[in-house]
Every structure is written in C-alpha cells, then in structure tokens.
C-alpha cells in the first residue's frame, strides 16, 4: 500500500463560516477550502498552520452525516501559551492536568465539538 497521511477529517456544522471563524480566527487555522460545491452544498477545509491533515467543515445535506458532537485532539509544543491564546479568544478551556502521556486539556468548538490538546511527553510523541 501507498497510504500516506489522514487528508481530512469530516465534522458537521451547523454553520459553515462561524465555524471557520472559530478554527481560523481563534485556533490559528489556514482556511485551505472554502466554495459551493455543484449540488448546492458548502466545502470548507481548514487545517493547522503546514498541517498534512485538514477538517472538512460541512453538513447533513451535503454528506449524510449525522449531526452530532464528535472528539479529536490537536497537539502543541506550548500548552500554557495556547491556553493562554485561546482564553484571550474568549474560548472557555479546561485546566491543563499532567497525564502519564504529557499535559493536556480541553475545550469545545461553536458546535459542540471537544477538542483535546496535548503537550506530549516522550510517550506520548508517538510514530507518525
């Protein structure tokens, strides 16, 4: 097999520009796609700054999945500087807590989505 990466990772929205608002506006995002599709839906693809991996940014009526909270975690090399960014945000974050697979905390996006973020320690680097 020639499999690569993850390319992208689909999260319905309720509302395609406030969410890419919150992931470019406040997580530092690129917006990578953002157009009508010819079936009358929205494509929207965002992603971290270099990122190999994007979210795709889209609703029931254009995919067929269910609305409906999903989880994913992000990691960071900084988690006190990206706490502190996100809460001058306005974005409520949990408080950072050691775990044996470095530090993390949590928070969630405009529809209801958790997002992890981890400051990994070695175990938790693991292979890409």
């Known amino acids: 097999m020639t499999i690569t990466h993850v390319q992208f990772l689909t999260l319905p929205v309720a509302d395609h520009a ?5 992931y470019v506006g406040k997580l530092g995002f690129e ?3 953002d157009r009508r599709t010819p079936e009358g839906g929205h494509f ?7 990122a190999q ?3 795709v940014l889209t609703d029931q009526q254009v995919t067929g999945i269910e ?3 999903r989880h994913f975690q992000l990691q960071t090399t900084d988690l006190d500087a990206d ?3 996100l809460r001058a945000a306005g974005v409520e974050v949990a408080e950072p807590e050691d775990r044996p697979w470095g530090r993390a905390t ?3 996006d405009v529809d209801g989505h958790g997002v992890g973020l981890l400051e990994a320690s070695d175990f938790g680097n693991w292979p890409r």
Do not use: K
């Open 44 to 50: 929207v693809m965002v992603a971290p700054q270099g």
């Open 31 to 33: 917006a990578l796609v």
């Open 67 to 69: 609305a409906g909270p």
């Open 106 to 108: 949590s928070f969630h």
């Open 18 to 22: 406030r969410a890419r608002d919150f």
């Open 53 to 55: 991996t994007g979210l």
């Open 83 to 85: 706490v502190a960014a």
